[in-house]
Nanobody
Framework: VELVESGGGLVQPGGSLRLSCEVS????????MAWYRQAPGKQRDLVAR???????GYADSVKGRFTISRDGAKTTVYLQMNSLKPEDTAVYYC????????WGQGTQVTVSP
């Protein structure tokens, strides 16, 4: 298994979660990585990205609230999510950017009172 996401859960609006993605496999070496999310009935969208050099970028909907990072060994990618909103409810996935065809199982994030 090359991508294993964790850290999701049920949180109230305004709360925080930290997602983790364990990455294995040489094909991810020196690749930009990203977090994506898919809400029910919607397409999978890019949420945040981090380049091999550490530059980051965010979807407008999460800018200022989410922070992507990766450890020095580049085996784990994180997504710190603050000030969560109900519209952030989705299954969150990590993958390279551009994404490889095989995805992990994702981690469910539910934001609800």
């Amino acid at each position: 298994v090359e991508l294993v996401e964790s850290g999701g859960g049920l949180v109230q609006p305004g709360g925080s979660l930290r997602l983790s993605c364990e990455v294995s496999g040489s094909k991810f070496s020196n690749k930009a990585m990203a977090w994506y999310r898919q809400a029910p009935g919607k397409q999978r969208d890019l949420v945040a990205r981090i380049s091999n050099g550490g530059s980051t970028g965010y979807a407008d909907s999460v800018k200022g609230r989410f922070t992507i990072s990766r450890d020095g060994a580049k085996t784990t990618v994180y997504l710190q999510m603050n000030s969560l909103k109900p519209e952030d409810t989705a299954v969150y996935y990590c993958n390279a950017l551009p994404a490889y065809p095989t995805w992990g199982q994702g981690t469910q994030v539910t934001v609800s009172p």
